[in-house]
Every structure is written in structure tokens, then in C-alpha cells.
């Protein structure tokens, strides 16, 4: 079930449209009254919770629809559940409710909730919503909390969707303030992996984190992209700082790697040439992407800004 706002994309899932366990809804998770009416005709065996709204930047410039769609999206996939007595509930979640993490220190599930914007808020909101549902009425629901993801089919609104984008075309790669934040960087497949063994093996009412062990500034990340894509360093360009930017994230995966065994097995050279090839080969994908509703994100993101 997709809402196919301006990220969702069918053309996404073409790959899997023959598979016999796929069908596709377009709805909204805020609409209870359809949700509802889908859980009590499929009577689906579990609920994985990915709905959200995502980026960072347009919760700053729009905070409303991030909080409607995951707060209140969440509210009502937990009470459709909870109504049609759905035996499982994963909750998507991710390592900005902790916010910006001091070095040394990798949070564990327990590191205090610090969300910095409306986006990181609006997903410690919806954690303790989810988390609520297990100790009141005692649903089976598990929270995961992931780091970056980069791979094929990101929307480049992303970091290294944008970066990888800009570079193809030469054009300028805008880096946020010193460039010097870090950022734990997760292949999406590791996380789809994770995602599964929570949902086959996690407890009822806990939370996992799934980081990708491996931590680099923004600045290393996007000089690893020039490199690969044979493009010259004057492509950077520093851009005023993004208002609010946590510094660090960094997680410790232990209690998941205990709990299912599982480990990511992406490196990370390895995932951004994969990345990297992905979308040199679908430059059609993106130019249909970049032609629409994009531009004007990118305008009001990034105008005005050296
Ligand atoms: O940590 C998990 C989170 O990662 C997810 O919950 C979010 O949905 C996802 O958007 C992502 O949040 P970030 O804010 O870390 O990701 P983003 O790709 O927007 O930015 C990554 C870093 O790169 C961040 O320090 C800001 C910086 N940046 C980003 C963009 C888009 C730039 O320097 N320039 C840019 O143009």
C-alpha cells in the first residue's frame, strides 16, 4: 500500500509486479476508514510499517504533512490492526529520534530520545505511539530504527542519489555547511534483511536498531562519488548549513546481531559501485523523476543558499 506521493513511483516495482504474492493499494495511511476495510478483507498475517514521509529538508520547509502522515498515519495503521486483531506489527523507525550522538559514544535502544527536527520528532512520536499499543494492549509490535540507506531506487532527494545525479551531469554537488557531519551509511538490502529477521524473530514490544557499521563524514562520502564517477573536486560547492543538522549518528546493532543473527554484509565500496552502476544504467528513470515536482523542491532547497 502506497499513497504515490511525490516519491512513490509504480515504475519502482515493476521487477516484482508477476510475483504471486504481490498486489498493490493506492491509499493513504491517515484514511482509517480504507484501512480499516483492507485489513478486514485481506486479514493480513503481519503489518510492516515503512509509510512515512522522510526527507529531512522538506520537513523544514513543510513540516505539516511529516507530522500528519507519521503521527497520525501511524495512529491509524496501529488502531486497524489492533481492531482486526492482526498478530504482528513491525514500526519502521530510524536512528534520528536519538539526534545527534557525542563521540564516543554508538546509542544502544536505551540512548535518550533528542529528535532535532520535525521529521526526527514526528518518528519518536509515532516509536512511542507503536510501543504504546504492546504495553496497553498487548500487541505483538516490534520498533526498528535504521541509519542511512543508500542503494538503487532512492529518491534523489537523498544524499547519495543527489550527489551521484549531479555528478553524472555535471553539475555542482551542494554540501551542507563543513561537510563534516557523519552519517552511518546502510545498503537498503541489509536493511530489508534486517527488517524480515525482526519481523520472523523479534520480541514483542522491543525496539532494534539496524546500522550499517559504517560511519564517514559527509565530505568522504561525496569525494568517493567524484572518484568513482571519474568527475573533478571542483564540482563541490559549500551551501549554508542545513538548520537544526545533527553532527553524528552512530549505532551499536548488538542487541539485533544477538536476537537473529543478523549482520550487514554490504561494504561499503562495494554498495557504491553497485549504486553508482544502477544509476548510470537508468537514466531514464531518473530524468522522468527530475522532470516533475523535483524541480521545484530543488529550487526551494537549494536556491539562494551559498
Ligand atoms: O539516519 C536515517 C535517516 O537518514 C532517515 O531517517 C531519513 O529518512 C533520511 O532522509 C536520512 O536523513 P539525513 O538527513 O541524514 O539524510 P540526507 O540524505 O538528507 O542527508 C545526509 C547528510 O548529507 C546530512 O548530514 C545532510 C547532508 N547533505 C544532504 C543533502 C541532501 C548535504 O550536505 N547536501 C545535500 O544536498
Given at each position: 500500500?502506497?499513497?504515490?506521493?511525490?516519491?512513490?513511483?509504480?515504475?519502482?516495482?515493476?521487477p516484482v509486479v508477476d510475483h504471486s504474492g504481490y498486489?498493490?493499494?493506492?491509499?493513504?495511511?491517515?484514511?482509517?476508514?480504507?484501512?480499516?476495510?483492507?485489513?478486514?478483507?485481506?486479514?493480513?498475517?503481519?503489518?510492516?510499517?515503512?509509510?512515512?514521509?522522510?526527507?529531512?529538508?522538506?520537513?523544514?520547509?513543510?513540516?505539516?504533512?511529516?507530522?500528519?502522515?507519521?503521527?497520525?498515519?501511524?495512529?491509524?495503521?496501529?488502531?486497524?490492526?489492533?481492531?482486526?486483531?492482526?498478530?504482528?506489527?513491525?514500526?519502521?523507525?530510524?536512528?534520528?529520534?536519538?539526534?545527534?550522538?557525542?563521540?564516543?559514544?554508538?546509542?544502544?535502544?536505551?540512548?535518550?530520545?533528542?529528535?532535532?527536527?520535525?521529521?526526527?520528532?514526528?518518528?519518536?512520536?509515532?516509536?512511542?505511539?507503536?510501543?504504546?499499543?504492546?504495553?496497553?494492549?498487548?500487541?505483538?509490535?516490534?520498533?526498528?530504527?535504521?541509519?542511512?540507506?543508500?542503494?538503487?531506487?532512492?529518491?534523489?532527494?537523498?544524499?547519495?542519489?543527489?550527489?551521484?545525479?549531479?555528478?553524472?551531469?555535471?553539475?555542482?554537488?551542494?554540501?551542507?555547511?563543513?561537510?563534516?557531519?557523519?552519517?552511518?551509511?546502510?545498503?537498503?538490502?541489509?536493511?530489508?534483511?534486517?527488517?524480515?529477521?525482526?519481523?520472523?524473530?523479534?520480541?514483542?514490544?522491543?525496539?532494534?536498531?539496524?546500522?550499517?557499521?559504517?560511519?564517514?563524514?559527509?565530505?568522504?562520502?561525496?569525494?568517493?562519488?567524484?572518484?568513482?564517477?571519474?568527475?573533478?573536486?571542483?564540482?563541490?560547492?559549500?551551501?549554508?548549513?542545513?538548520?537544526?543538522?545533527?553532527?553524528?549518528?552512530?549505532?551499536?546493532?548488538?542487541?539485533?546481531?544477538?536476537?537473529?543473527?543478523?549482520?550487514?554484509?554490504?561494504?561499503?565500496?562495494?554498495?557504491?559501485?553497485?549504486?553508482?552502476?544502477?544509476?548510470?544504467?537508468?537514466?531514464?528513470?531518473?530524468?522522468?523523476?527530475?522532470?516533475?515536482?523535483?524541480?521545484?523542491?530543488?529550487?526551494?532547497?537549494?536556491?539562494?543558499?551559498?
Amino acid at each position: 500500500m502506497d499513497k504515490l506521493t511525490y516519491a512513490g513511483n509504480l515504475e519502482n516495482l515493476q521487477p516484482v509486479v508477476d510475483h504471486s504474492g504481490y498486489s498493490f493499494v493506492q491509499a493513504d495511511i491517515c484514511d482509517s476508514e480504507t484501512i480499516d476495510k483492507l485489513f478486514a478483507e485481506e486479514a493480513p498475517d503481519a503489518v510492516v510499517h515503512f509509510a512515512a514521509e522522510s526527507h529531512v529538508d522538506r520537513s523544514i520547509h513543510s513540516p505539516a504533512p511529516v507530522i500528519l502522515t507519521n503521527f497520525n498515519g501511524t495512529f491509524s495503521l496501529l488502531e486497524a490492526a489492533r481492531k482486526n486483531k492482526i498478530s504482528r506489527f513491525v514500526h519502521v523507525s530510524t536512528d534520528e529520534v536519538y539526534g545527534s550522538i557525542d563521540e564516543p559514544y554508538d546509542a544502544d535502544e536505551n540512548y535518550p530520545l533528542r529528535a532535532s527536527s520535525p521529521y526526527s520528532a514526528s518518528k519518536a512520536g509515532s516509536d512511542l505511539l507503536a510501543l504504546s499499543y504492546y504495553t496497553t494492549y498487548k500487541m505483538n509490535v516490534s520498533v526498528t530504527r535504521a541509519s542511512n540507506n543508500y542503494g538503487p531506487y532512492q529518491f534523489p532527494e537523498k544524499l547519495i542519489p543527489l550527489m551521484i545525479s549531479n555528478a553524472l551531469e555535471d553539475k555542482p554537488l551542494p554540501v551542507y555547511g563543513d561537510g563534516q557531519q557523519v552519517r552511518d551509511w546502510l545498503f537498503v538490502e541489509d536493511h530489508c534483511r534486517a527488517i524480515r529477521s525482526v519481523l520472523e524473530r523479534g520480541n514483542a514490544g522491543e525496539i532494534y536498531n539496524i546500522g550499517g557499521n559504517c560511519s564517514l563524514p559527509n565530505l568522504e562520502v561525496i569525494h568517493r562519488i567524484l572518484k568513482a564517477t571519474g568527475k573533478p573536486e571542483s564540482l563541490m560547492t559549500r551551501v549554508t548549513d542545513r538548520p537544526g543538522h545533527d553532527r553524528r549518528y552512530a549505532l551499536t546493532n548488538e542487541k539485533l546481531t544477538k536476537a537473529t543473527g543478523w549482520e550487514p554484509q554490504m561494504d561499503f565500496e562495494r554498495g557504491l559501485a553497485t549504486t553508482i552502476d544502477w544509476y548510470r544504467s537508468n537514466r531514464d528513470w531518473m530524468d522522468r523523476i527530475k522532470s516533475g515536482e523535483y524541480r521545484k523542491f530543488y529550487e526551494l532547497n537549494y536556491a539562494n543558499r551559498s
